[in-house]
């Protein structure tokens, strides 16, 4: 985790684009839209969360029951109140809700996200994982997944 090989490899697929705010991730992409990072062989995380550890520490996420995208950018890698946040189920399913009625929203898009209760579908991995697991035990089943 803070082996700097890791993070510089990290890094080496994050980018930015020009007239985005976000930071985007360019490496293997899961079924859900998430970035996937591989920190060690067999080993994956959810890439965000990776950065979200690198920004406040592996032991911040535990009580963390999610991490939402302000952005709606999945793959989006830049923590930040308009981009990765500490969320809820409640609270993204909430927020999900209210963008999905925009147009021209990312959410639009079905890949991932089949309506009702699909947002938490998307979630209940990684949510599972921050609110009765380690992150230890997170890695193993994201890497089985
Ligand atoms: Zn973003």
């Given at each position: ?33 998430h ?15 990776f950065?979200w ?15 939402g995208?302000r ?23 909430r ?42 035990a997170?890695?193993r ?5």
């Amino acid at each position: 985790m803070t082996n700097p090989d890791i993070v510089a490899r990290w890094r080496a697929k994050t980018v930015r684009v020009p007239g985005s705010d976000c930071l985007w991730w360019t490496g293997a992409i899961s079924g859900r839209g998430h970035g996937r990072f591989w920190y060690a062989p067999g080993r994956v995380v959810i890439a965000h969360r990776f950065a979200w550890a690198l920004a406040y520490g592996v032991e911040s996420l535990v009580g963390i029951e999610l991490l939402g995208h302000r952005c709606d950018n999945p793959l989006c890698q830049r923590i930040g109140p308009d981009h990765v946040v500490a969320s809820s189920y409640v609270e993204n399913r909430r927020e999900w809700a209210i963008r999905k009625q925009i147009t021209g929203s990312p959410l639009d898009d079905p890949r991932g996200y089949d309506g009702g209760r699909g947002n938490c579908a998307i979630w209940r991995g990684v949510t599972r994982c921050s609110w009765r697991r380690s992150w230890t035990a997170c890695v193993r089943s994201t890497a089985s997944s």
